[in-house]
Nanobody
Framework: VQLQASGGGLVQTGGSLRLSCTTS????????VVWYRQVPGYRRELLGT???????RLEEAVKDRFTISRDNAKNTVYLQLNNLRPEDTAIYYC??????????WGQGTLVTVSS
């Protein structure tokens, strides 16, 4: 099952964006959805995880500014980005935990934060 991120764009420093993660299947059946980001030329960085039961874990570097949620009725997992900084500029990806471990990725969504 491949997941796709969307909702990126250009935002000013201090602004917010909400990214969406969808799939052609039933996202409620995915054990864990993970969010990563990648700056071209650098390694992917884990941002956080949400399990099917709704347990959320965010990495220390972003936990004060980013949140993850899910709406199974809309078959969507969200990544809310707040108080964005230029260093948050990256391509953001969502994936299942299994897909991430297999290193198979869908198309991400570009977030650009202007100073």
């Amino acid at each position: 099952v491949q997941l796709q991120a969307s909702g990126g764009g250009l935002v000013q420093t201090g602004g917010s964006l909400r990214l969406s993660c969808t799939t052609s299947g039933n996202i409620a059946n995915i054990n864990a959805v993970v969010w990563y980001r990648q700056v071209p030329g650098y390694r992917r960085e884990l941002l956080g995880t949400i399990t099917a039961a709704g347990v959320i874990r965010l990495e220390e570097a972003v936990k004060d500014r980013f949140t993850i949620s899910r709406d199974n009725a809309k078959n969507t997992v969200y990544l809310q980005l707040n108080n964005l900084r230029p260093e948050d500029t990256a391509i953001y990806y969502c994936n299942s935990l299994v897909g991430a471990l297999r290193n198979t990725w869908g198309q991400g969504t570009l977030v650009t934060v202007s100073s």
